[in-house]
T-cell receptor, first 119, second 115 residues
């Protein structure tokens, strides 16, 4: 069965520290997508990144970087020089494609990691 | 470009009542998905609609239903509300219609409290 594990329930750092959020996934699919979303107090999930299973190249976007390793089924997210505005709940998710419903898929979310960045 | 709009943002119901939540996707998006978020179960998939057809459904009882209109707007309905239905209900829209797992754009959600 598809599963996403975010073992870190809550992380607290001081501003300007680097922080890594861990994500481990389980899937039998050979083709799949991994996502990271940010959920600020307003509630909406903000898309951060999508990575397909064939692209293991790490990605950097400003202070954000992602490390995808198929060998360990991990897709970790690092924030460099954290800021107070980074405080939020971060979710890792895995796509599950329906084999019965035409072209439909759903996201399997991890339980989320609450990040608190203190000034 | 307007984002995903969900109404109402907050509502309070009592057990046994029914509720209808509305979602207007981003213009041009034809796929609408619904997710339930609770402290205990986290984010769970409810269903997905594309071109007025339900293409996928999560493991929820029949009390949870939905539909999509020709303009892609979607509604979900929960009948005979139970205390455990208290949750944040999130709607997401996507442009991609094929199984390439396109980016989902989420609304701010409808927070339902059942008393």
């Amino acid at each position: 069965a598809q599963k996403v594990t975010q073992a870190q329930t809550e992380i607290s750092v001081v501003e300007k520290e680097d922080v890594t959020l861990d994500c481990v996934y389980e899937t039998r699919d050979t083709t799949y997508y991994l996502f990271w979303y940010k959920q600020p107090p307003s509630g909406e999930l903000v898309f951060l990144i999508r990575r397909n299973s064939f692209d293991e190249q790490n990605e950097i976007s400003g202070r954000y970087s992602w490390n995808f390793q198929k060998s360990t089924s991990s897709f970790n997210f690092t924030i460099t020089a954290s800021q107070v505005v980074d405080s939020a709940v971060y979710f890792c998710a895995l796509s599950e494609v329906s084999t019965e419903m035409d072209s439909s898929y759903k996201l399997i979310f991890g339980s989320g990691t609450r990040l608190l960045v203190r000034p | 470009k307007a984002g995903v709009t969900q109404t109402p943002r907050y509502l309070i119901k009592t057990r046994g009542q029914q509720v209808t939540l509305s979602c207007s996707p981003i213009s041009g998006h034809r796929s609408v998905s619904w997710y339930q978020q609770t402290p205990g179960q986290g984010l769970q998939f409810l269903f997905e609609y594309f071109s007025e057809t339900q293409r996928n459904k999560g493991n929820f009882p029949g009390r949870f239903s939905g539909r999509q209109f020709s303009n892609s707007r979607s509604e979900m309905n929960v009948s005979t509300l139970e205390l455990g239905d208290s949750a944040l209900y999130l709607c997401a829209s996507s442009f991609k219609a094929v199984a390439s797992a396109g980016e989902l754009f989420f609304g701010e959600g409808s927070r339902l409290t059942v008393l």
